[in-house]
């Protein structure tokens, strides 16, 4: 699913292929203002930030959940890639409503 989820990206000007997740430690020397968590994973057990940065989240469903309940139901490939596709689309909004979107959330 990984290579069909940079293709999916590509379609929309996006090129994710280098991309990778990073630990939290690796911003350890890093002064942060704002970190915005988009699962509910990472909010549940993001680590303490110190008081002057600002923690938001902002709840997005998770596409390989979603896409592995309906594998099990027997849905299509295509039908798993559209939990991938509504996502996408959903954080793209959020982002291109910055700063905005931040306003309406005082986390």
């Known amino acids: 699913m990984a290579d069909k989820l940079k293709i999916l990206f590509l379609c929309t000007g996006i090129d994710i292929s280098g991309h990778t997740s990073k630990h939290v430690n690796d911003f350890k020397d890093v002064t942060l203002d704002l970190v915005i968590t988009v699962c509910g994973h990472a909010h549940e057990t993001c680590p303490y930030f110190p008081p002057r940065c600002r923690v938001i989240h902002v709840g997005f469903d998770d596409p390989p959940e979603l ?6 139901k027997g849905a299509s490939k295509e039908e798993q890639l559209y939990c991938y596709r509504r ?16 306003k309406k959330r005082r986390n």
Do not use: C
């Open 67 to 72: 896409a592995r309940k309906l594998a099990q």
């Open 87 to 102: 996502i996408r689309d959903e954080i793209k909004l959020f982002v291109k409503g910055l700063p905005d979107n931040l």
